[in-house]
């Protein structure tokens, strides 16, 4: 009988052990990719503020009504970064860090786990113990007495121990299922989608109000315009394979 229920104790740990394994596989991967996801936000973060600077540039050399249309876009573009600098600043606080935590956490479990373990392990050597003495001594009430005491012992050990880890693997799954909705509810401050709408409607009419008069007037002008499009296209490509190359 106590020997089926150390199997079934058996099998729950290994339960558990997989339950806290799989937890760090797979935040550990998380933590990585979120991470490398806000390092290429803040970089094209930095790329957009470099176009800003260009088209200021620019503007200045342009006719009045040209330089106020380029201005008022650059005006617009710089403040879609500001947001893209607070996505940055947002999952860098509340998902990449908290995600890092779990590896203090899971630190933490695996030694309750470990403990657990070598509770387990003591009582069943307990255990064989005890059915040895009784095979060899079954007359000697003594060495039985105290075989059967200190599997007792033993045994109460291991089930305080249990109790503990069944108990914080309890709370860690629920804080796990908490920590997921955070992530999930962080990742855009709840007026994101609203004000970035804004943003980008006021961003097409001073562009386009500007470019209709200066680009439409020639076909050479277009394929300038183009032509740069596509070479600053080229090397951003260059900088992504760069970066996944570096990952």
Known sequence: MLRRSLENRDAQTRQLQDAVTNVEKHFG?????????????ARLRDKADLLVNEINVYASTETPNLKQG?????DEFAKLQDYRQAEVERLEAKV?????AYGTIVKMKRDDLKA????RNRE???????????QRNPSDRHVISQAETELQRATMDATRTTRHLEETIDNFEKQKIKDIKVF????????????LDI?????????QRSLSTKCVSGTGQVSTC?????????????DLDVTEEEN
């Open 29 to 41: 991967e998380l933590c990585q990719i979120f991470a490398a996801y806000v390092r290429k936000t």
């Open 70 to 74: 380029l201005k008022n876009f650059a």
């Open 96 to 100: 990449v860090e908290p995600l890092k």
């Open 116 to 119: 657990t373990l070598t509770a």
């Open 124 to 134: 069943a050597k307990q255990l064989t113990q005890l059915e040895r003495t009784r």
């Open 184 to 195: 999930r509810n962080s990742l855009y401050p709840p007026d994101y989608s609203s004000r």
């Open 199 to 207: 943003v980008r409607a006021n961003s097409k009419s001073p562009l």
């Open 226 to 238: 183009r032509l740069r499009k596509d070479q600053q296209d080229d090397e951003e490509d260059e």
